[in-house]
């Protein structure tokens, strides 16, 4: 073990202190059994703690949950002391030790981590993990949270150890010794936070038979958790989700609430002595944009690379880029840290992977960052990290490319899937009666057949229209699924309607989301009512038309969608801002996909005019989300991720029914996409009434 200080207040003196201890608070949760027979606010199925460590992930021990059923458990959590609890379903997705055959009740080997993932997205806060080996800790004491059920009353509390030094060291079961303080039953799997660096370093494992303390596991263990044959590597993922969470709620400038970063800040820890919290939070959020190192040995090859710098022996070994910085922070010289920092940047940047939109927009932001952050040293050096940036991007064939402004690489198209048969769901708002709409269900197949319209209604009231459809939409896909082949649902909204969660209705008490079980698409029953702002104005430096022809701009930009790019209009990194006027948008790129990451929001009541505005301005193809969340960085990723690097936009429908159906199955890191609607209004074939057919994509 070893105890260093590098900066930082004295131990939990102050406000900074203060603030620590009521985010520690926040993110620690209590598990218990799964199911709903018992009330979650009594001791009866109490399981033990545990604590968020990214979006809708929890860590805790392998003992704690080692106890629920089929590895179901629930997990209650509230995010500060006037919310009511909640309780939300959840599965163990990892464990370690992963085999442990018959155990005696106390007796459960180290590690003794379990990572359990949230069944559904909910919003919350989440600790920050150390990225530093272990065990090092800023001074002698950590700091502790957990759950207890007193006299049968469940309570959070707190408190404060002393570190007394590790049992079984260069081990794998190697923990930290803890003292000084009595430890309650079921505060296992609480957090264990360096109060001096304002990071969590461990998680609660035992208390001591006889007198107080007891054991913690640091979070490096993590590291071992067993490489996946195939399927998403649990660790990375994690790991991952929790660096871009930090960045992006660092970013976000509609919460008042300070952060992990900014209590950080007032400690005033300075990682590896050269990086601010700040810098150190936007440079793990970086890393986290681009694939994880292919190996451990790559990752170890790159930091024996580095000038003047000896990896040390340790167990375990860094996995990914976030353990391989927190490694340079004990062992560079004072006089060379930042120059470290940025060679390890570099060698990050000339790591394999693969070369899509992504990945290269990713390369692009770590760069800046190398660039910004050397801009205090001196000019030969800075010259020669120009010139070290220029022979990568000349070696991966994109010199003709600008750092800070690329062309996106044309993707490679397959074939389009043949045309399915499709339903098609039309709303009619009621002029005098808001509230209210008609609607009709009409059923359409192969280029040879005319619409069949089979049920229509009148004076439906919008809030309960899902119940009225049901029916008659289950009568429509038995008349269009096919074996393996579910019809599309079109759902043709009025303009100020078009946030109608259509995909999250449900034909039956047990039956799953429509969004889940077929492709659910938006499209705009009311064209000819949009807002008449800016409408004849063509201000596209690629093209005009004849105003005589209101189509012509949108069958124009349908054909050129082939090549997509998403372009979020009312968010700049975590902050709001007005979706532009129609003549702006007209000047938007051919390929442009417009993203609304706000839209939904209660506090800004315009967002159905701008959703006008952008159908105004020619657009067929939009993606929005309908419940805007308070980290935003995840969702901008996301969806660029799937229309940057996809297929082009005629393939977004299938996309986003993948999404939805991985949402729907407990996928994680599909959360993002919780509550996203995409219009696909393809003008070439209008609704029925002007004699066009309907066809799916």
Not at 242 to 270: C, F, K, M, N, V
Not at 320 to 334: K, M, N, S
Not at 409 to 427: C, G, M, N, Q, S
Not at 636 to 645: E, L, N, S
Request: proline share 9%; glycine share 10%; aromatic share 6%.
């Amino acid at each position: 073990m070893s105890v260093g200080y590098d900066g930082g207040a004295p131990e939990g003196d102050g406000a900074a202190g203060l603030a620590l201890r009521d985010l520690v608070l926040a993110a620690t949760v209590r598990i218990h059994h799964a199911g709903a027979g018992y009330a979650h606010d009594e001791p009866d199925g109490f399981l033990g703690s545990g604590f968020f460590v990214a979006p809708n992930w929890v860590l805790t021990c392998a003992h704690v949950v080692h106890a629920g059923e089929g590895g179901e458990v629930t997990v209650v959590y509230r995010t500060s002391p006037y919310d009511d609890p909640r309780a939300v379903p959840a599965r163990v997705a990892a464990m370690l030790p992963e085999q442990t055959g018959r155990l005696v009740p106390g007796s459960w080997p180290a590690p003794d981590l379990a990572l359990v993932r949230l069944r559904e997205p909910v919003g919350h806060t989440c600790v920050y993990l150390s990225e530093r080996p272990n065990p090092h800790f800023g001074g002698t004491r950590v700091f502790y949270a957990g759950w207890t059920a007193p006299r049968g009353r469940l309570q959070i509390l707190d408190g404060r150890l002393t570190v007394q030094g590790t049992i079984s060291a260069w081990s794998p079961e190697e923990q930290v010794r803890l003292g000084q303080n009595d430890l309650p039953s079921g505060v296992s799997g609480g957090p264990v936070v360096d109060p001096v660096r304002g990071e969590v370093v461990g998680v609660l494992k035992s208390r001591a038979d006889h007198g107080g303390g007891g054991t913690s596991i640091g979070v490096e263990r993590l590291r071992t958790l067993r490489l996946p044959a195939d399927g998403d590597d649990v660790y990375q993922s994690v790991v991952h989700a929790h660096d871009r969470y930090h960045r992006d709620r660092q970013r976000d400038a509609d919460s008042p609430d300070p952060t992990w970063t900014d209590i950080q800040g007032e400690l005033g820890a300075r990682p590896g002595r050269t990086l601010s919290p700040q810098q150190r939070g936007e440079l793990l959020g970086l890393l986290a944009d681009l694939p994880p190192p292919v190996s451990t040995r790559g990752l170890l090859d790159l930091l024996r690379s580095l000038p003047d710098f000896r990896v040390p022996s340790l167990v375990p070994a860094p996995r990914g880029w976030r353990d391989g910085l927190g490694l340079l922070y004990e062992h560079a010289r004072q006089d060379g840290a930042l120059k470290l920092v940025l060679e390890y940047a570099m060698g990050v940047l000339s790591a394999a992977r693969p070369s899509t939109p992504s990945t290269l927009a990713a390369e692009r932001a770590l760069w800046e960052w190398v660039r910004h952050a050397a801009a205090g040293l001196d000019s030969g050096y800075r010259h020669t990290l120009a010139r070290r940036r220029a022979e990568l991007l000349g070696r991966a064939q994109v010199t003709h490319r600008h750092a800070g402004d690329a062309d996106i690489p044309a993707p490679e198209h397959k074939p389009p899937a043949p045309l399915a048969p499709a339903v098609l769901l039309v709303v009619l708002r009621r002029g005098w009666e808001p509230d209210h709409c008609d609607w009709s269900v009409s059923v359409g197949g192969g280029p040879d057949q005319e619409p069949t319209r089979l049920y229509e209604g009148e004076r439906a009231p919008l809030d309960g229209l899902a119940d009225q459809v049901a029916a008659p939409l289950a009568e429509a896909f038995r008349h269009a699924d096919e074996p393996g082949r579910p019809a599309t649902l079109y759902a043709a909204l009025p303009h100020l309607h078009l946030g109608l969660p259509v995909d999250d209705w449900r034909l039956g008490p047990d039956a799953v989301p429509l969004g889940a079980e077929r492709p659910v698409l938006v499209r705009c029953s009311d064209r000819d009512q949009l807002p008449e702002e800016e409408r004849h104005t063509r201000s596209a430096p690629w093209e005009t038309y004849d105003d005589e022809d209101p189509d012509a701009e949108r069958r124009d930009r349908w054909r050129r969608l082939r090549q997509a790019q998403a372009e979020v209009l009312d968010c700049d990194d975590g902050v709001r801002r007005p979706v532009p006027d129609a003549a702006v948008l007209r000047g938007l790129a051919p390929h442009a996909v417009p993203v609304l990451c706000r839209s939904g929001d209660p506090r800004f009541p315009d967002d159905p005019a701008a959703l006008g505005r952008v159908l105004r301005a020619g657009f067929g193809v939009v993606l929005w989300r309908r419940r805007p969340g308070a980290v935003c960085g995840e969702f901008h990723r996301g969806v660029k991720t799937v229309v940057d690097d996809g297929d082009g936009a005629l393939f977004l429908p299938d996309a986003v029914h993948a999404l939805r159906r991985r949402l729907g199955a407990g996928d994680t890191e599909s959360y993002w996409a919780h509550g996203t609607a995409l219009l696909y209004d393809d003008p070439h074939r209008p609704l029925p009434g002007t004699g066009d057919l309907l066809e799916a994509p």
